[in-house]
């Protein structure tokens, strides 16, 4: 290798707009993170994330699962396990993926899938989290990002940060604060995972 070192490689999985891609796109531009992202897949063919991610010159294709709505399984996830060894990807976000992460792609991965979510775990996993929080009435919601496993946002939690629950908000404006923190919450936290200072916690108590 030449003296330059080729750039840490990582892999965004997405199922609709982007916006956490593109975010992590725009981290390693800026050169806050050290790093590329050098392959953006999608299980939805019109998913609005895969044209954003070409028009920011990043490879983006959509390989659509055959079988399950919900999970990512079997050969299908082999299809993903292989196109991402093959972009030379170390590191892999989930970024609005919207399926459950199974064999063979966890086991290619192992502790090298990450994902984000929209509430402070383990409270209001599943989909919409920020709507969840808001309808129960809680004061500080936030954002998450955590190790995959194969359990419904129940991996090793990386970091969180804390958005308040105003009188005024309505699940919409709230979703947005919540948004907005997670653009800066999944640079930092991939960041993290690459210089390997973090460390899961031995503390951390199974799950029942
Ligand atoms: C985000 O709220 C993320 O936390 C959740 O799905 C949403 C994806 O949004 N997992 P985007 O596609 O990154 O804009």
Same mark, same amino acid.
């Given at each position: 290798m030449s003296a330059q070192q080729a750039k840490r490689r990582i892999g965004v999985l997405i199922s609709g707009r982007g916006s956490n891609m593109v975010s992590l796109i725009e981290a390693t531009r800026s050169g806050e993170l050290d790093a590329e992202v050098a392959l953006v897949l999608s299980d939805v +063919?019109? +998913? %609005?994330? &895969?044209q954003k991610a070409q028009e920011l010159g990043v490879e *983006? @294709? *959509?390989i659509v699962p055959q079988r399950f709505r919900t999970k990512l399984t079997g050969d299908d996830a082999q299809l993903y396990a292989t +196109?991402?060894?093959e972009a030379g990807v170390e590191l892999v976000c989930l970024a609005g993926f919207m399926r459950i992460v199974k064999d063979p792609l966890l086991a290619a991965f192992p502790? @090298? $899938? &990450? #994902? !984000?979510?929209p509430s402070l775990l383990p409270s209001f %996993?599943? &989909? #919409?989290a920020q709507e969840q929080a808001w309808s129960y009435g809680v004061k500080h919601s936030g954002c998450t990002v955590h190790f995959v496993d194969d359990t419904l946002d129940g991996g090793a939690i990386i970091l969180q940060r804390v958005? %308040?629950?105003l009188d005024e908000d309505t699940a919409e404006t709230l979703s947005a604060r !919540? &948004? +907005?923190e997670e653009h800066r919450l999944y640079p930092e936290a991939v960041?993290? $995972?690459l210089s390997g200072r973090y460390k899961v916690e031995e503390r951390r108590v199974a799950r029942l």
């Open positions: +063919a019109e +998913a %609005p994330g &895969l *983006a @294709r *959509a +196109a991402l060894k502790q @090298r $899938i &990450l #994902n !984000i979510h %996993p599943g &989909l #919409n958005v %308040p629950v !919540i &948004l +907005a960041g993290l $995972i």
